[in-house]
């Protein structure tokens, strides 16, 4: 039965594996010893390192990415290895992001992957029988699992079966029963706070004999000889379960002793097990998210201290294939696992649950406690905002912006980020890519409450959007707000004439003279993008980051700008996609000029490496449409007379079952398949070539 605090619980689980994440990943090994650790910041007490933005992290992706299984092949069942391989093939840009690619026979995940491309299937590719032992029994069975204990609430066996399904794609023996301890115990931890059940839950779906039962009860003995002494527990784990008893770069047996140590030495206390996490070292990103997930579900929200809350501001950042799902919304996603946690019960999911969540679009209801959704200041020094539950135009919750001592020609932008740059972050961890999560053409909405206590002229404020590269702001009209009403603010994005969007919101503007200076609050809620999108890409308004030229992200390849295009030259077939992962109908025209290669193509509704429609030169004097379903076959063919060294105009319509190419204006293809409804749009080569692409358009139908 799931708990009618579900979607709470899930919210805190997901912001609780996202804190521990973040306050582990600056004293990773090897650098970071544990004695370094320690010797450097002692008793840690909050995040060690300040992140303008924190870039994605394998601990995230994996969760994040591989439940998407749940979606493309286990949509009316439970779910097998092979579905969950399918999505590591189809998300995952090789060789770069989702997870550490440290070579075969070294990253356990790098190992199972290449299995998976040569045809080897899971479990298989992840067995003790293929891998060896060390491989197959690393951390990563345990760290990309947290999401199938969520999704699956006060049922311990069945998460701990989703998660050890996951799980054996790259895992076997010890590396598998991670999996299941730490799925049993979120999954646990909706019914009990009590961390002592939550432990004896997840060890229950362990073998008795494994070692990682034997780890377990060794600390939990342990801690009933010194309950108050962490640090000598993690001293007799190096001492009897290290690293060196482990071979391999980060075995799952020492760091399954640091999360139990962890958990049973918090106490039930969220930030106390984290911190614990991170000071223990080993693996401490993984440990430290994997424990974070338990206490945030047990513990809720008022449990997680605003320390670590608030710089995550609702927000991370993932990098797998599609730039526009790297951008993630905590409070928007805790509402899609909460809606696949009713279906997999098979209860009956709530009607205002199901209202708040529109796939492919914007809309923050600031219904969770607490929740920001990511919305920032670019002044605090004359705001500063919060969640509040004191006015809401709908529901109980809504953002509110304190605005003190404004005067005429004071500003502060309220504003959501729906894309980033690569000098918004300190570093370049897992190379994360974007595609906009806001485009011309669509609508923004939003309603406005003031309550103003100071001045003598009304607040006023303007719809804005930023620029990416140029940093130009593209301000609508000035209107005054008005005093304790809520005011309907609407708007269309303006064309962006190349250029991609990255910030959407309001400029609050003081009017009010200086000797009365205007003080009072603003409540946003209901803030929605939404509608159909018309933009075009300049690349001469593009750059390079993490690798990518924006806002693609490129699987395979050498990418790069040159004379006002994006220049691909390949060795071997390769794609770049980019635009709303679920566009449905839409035509996308590109100039393309090949420059060598027999296959130049165009591809609509993309959902990954190995999902979506191409279409384009195939060959000399023939063009054709491929349907890529792991695996490319050839729905239409035709001949058409191309060169080399000559641009053409392409033009492809997906709408409804029928795929349509056009070249030069012409029509010379079309396919008729109901394969995918919707998808990214990029370009793609099944072979060696090098090829300009110019003038990118895309318009939703």
């Known amino acids: 039965m799931i708990p009618s605090n579900y979607l709470e619980k899930v919210y805190a689980g997901y912001l609780g594996m996202n804190i521990g994440i973040r306050l582990g990943a600056p004293v990773e090994p090897t650098i970071w010893t544990y004695e370094r650790i320690r ?35 286990a949509k009316d069942r439970d779910i097998t290895p092979n579905d969950v391989a399918r999505a590591w093939l189809n998300y995952a840009r090789e060789g770069v992001g989702m997870f550490w690619w440290g070579g075969y026979g070294v990253s356990t995940e790098h190992t199972a992957y290449i299995n998976l491309k040569k045809g080897i299937p899971a479990p298989q590719s992840g067995s003790i029988a293929q891998n060896g032992k060390v491989i197959a029994e690393q951390i990563g069975g345990q760290i990309f699992i947290d999401t199938w204990g969520l999704v699956n609430p ?14 054996r794609v790259s895992h076997d023996g010890e590396g598998v029963w991670g999996a299941r301890f730490f799925c049993a115990a979120i999954s646990k931890a909706f019914e009990t706070s009590d961390v002592g059940e939550i432990i004896e839950a997840g060890l229950a779906q362990v073998p008795a004999n494994s070692s990682y039962m034997k780890v377990a009860r060794a600390v939990l003995a342990f801690h009933q000889q010194h309950p108050g002494d962490f640090r000598a527990c993690r001293d007799r784990l190096e001492r009897d379960w290290g690293y060196d008893k482990y071979p391999g770069v980060c075995h799952m047996i020492p760091n399954a002793g640091v999360c139990i140590l962890a958990l049973i030495y918090g106490q039930g206390d969220f930030n106390r097990t984290v911190e614990i996490a991170a000071m223990c070292g080993w693996d401490t990103d993984c440990n430290a998210g994997n424990v974070g997930t338990v206490l945030g579900v047990a513990c809720g929200i008022d449990g997680i201290a605003d320390k670590y809350r608030k710089p995550i501001n609702d927000s991370i950042v993932m990098s797998g294939i599609s730039g526009y799902l790297n951008i993630l919304d905590i409070p928007t996603y805790a509402k899609e696992l909460a809606i696949l946690g009713f279906r997999l019960a098979g209860e009956e999911c709530p009607q ?9 679009e914007i809309y923050f209801d600031f219904e969770l406690p607490g929740s920001t959704h990511n919305i920032r200041l670019s002044n605090p020094f004359f705001c500063a905002a919060k969640h509040s539950t004191e006015k809401a135009f709908k529901g109980a919750g809504s953002l509110e912006v304190l605005f003190d001592r404004m005067v005429r020609g004071d ?6 980020k729906p894309f980033y740059n690569r000098d918004e972050f300190n570093d370049e961890r897992y190379s994360p890519t974007f595609a906009p999560k806001a485009y011309s053409g669509q609508t923004v909405s939003m309603q406005i409450y003031l309550d103003q206590w100071n001045g003598n002229e009304t607040i006023g404020i303007a719809p804005y959007v930023r620029l990416a590269k140029s940093k130009k702001e593209l301000v609508q009209g000035y209107r005054k707000l008005v005093h ?10 303006p064309d962006s004439e190349g250029e991609l969007i990255d910030e959407v919101g309001i400029v609050l503007e003081g009017y009010s003279p200086g000797k009365f200076k205007s003080l009072g609050r603003v409540f946003i809620d209901e803030f929605r993008i939404y509608g159909k999108a018309d933009y075009s890409i300049d690349f001469a308004k593009q750059a390079v980051n993490f690798g990518c030229v924006t806002p693609f992200a490129h699987n395979h390849g050498a990418w790069s700008l040159a004379d006002g295009k994006m220049y691909l030259m390949t060795p071997e077939a390769c794609e770049a996609y980019t635009g709303n992962y679920f566009a449905a109908d839409y035509t996308v025209s590109v100039q393309l000029k090949p420059q060598s290669g027999r296959s130049h193509l165009v591809a609509v509704r993309a959902q990954g490496a190995q999902r979506g429609y191409h279409a384009g030169f195939d060959g000399e004097n023939r063009v054709a449409i491929y349907l890529n379903d792991f695996g490319c076959r050839k729905l239409a063919e035709a001949a058409f007379p191309w060169q080399l060294d000559r641009e053409y105009e392409f033009r492809i319509t997906a709408q409804g079952g029928t795929i349509a190419l056009s070249i030069d204006g012409q029509e010379i293809l079309r396919a008729d398949d109901d394969t995918f409804g919707y998808g990214m749009f990029g370009v793609s080569t099944l072979d060696a070539a090098r090829t300009y692409f110019s003038h990118f358009r895309l318009s939703e139908i």
């Open 39 to 73: 010797n450097t910041y002692g008793d840690i007490t909050g995040y060690v390192k300040e992140f303008k933005n924190f870039a994605a992290d394998d601990d995230a992706n994996g969760p994040y990415y591989f439940l998407r299984a749940l979606y493309d092949d």
């Open 484 to 493: 304790s009403e809520w005011l309907l603010v609407e708007f269309q994005i």
């Open 411 to 416: 500003q502060c932008k309220i504003y959501y």
């Open 352 to 360: 205002a649950l199901r209202d708040s969540f529109i796939e492919g």
């Open 154 to 167: 006060c049922n311990p066996k069945k998460a701990a079966d989703f998660g050890e399904a996951a799980a």
